[in-house]
């Protein structure tokens, strides 16, 4: 089985294909509640939740006087824009 295309909308992709998404893209799965994903870069961190109709992402103390970001991103976008939006950071 391989991936769909990266100009496919996420809402195309089977759960177990964005799951291999997020793990080609160095993102660890939390063992006890499977839809969160942490991801770590040498400038940030983020928290990952694949929620029911988007995927959030919260930057974790990238903001100012260290607060979080938070983004949200819905499955209608390809996962080639997601993947540019997300791991390009805060």
């Not at 991936?3 to 089977?14: A, D, F, K, R």
């Not at 964005?18 to 893209?25: H, N």
């Not at 063992?31 to 974790?60: C, G, K, M």
């Not at 260290?66 to 949200?72: L, N």
Request: with cysteine.
């Amino acid at each position: 089985m391989s991936i769909p295309s990266s100009e496919t909308p996420l809402y195309n992709h089977p759960l177990p294909d964005i799951e291999q998404w997020l793990m080609s893209m160095d993102c660890c799965q939390n063992s006890t509640e499977p839809h969160f994903w942490s991801v770590s870069r040498p400038n940030w961190q983020a928290e990952i939740t694949l929620d029911t109709d988007q995927i959030t992402v919260r930057y974790l103390g990238s903001g100012e006087d260290g607060k979080d970001i938070q983004r949200s991103f819905k499955y209608s976008l390809s996962r080639q824009d997601i993947e540019a939006a997300v791991f390009s950071g805060p």
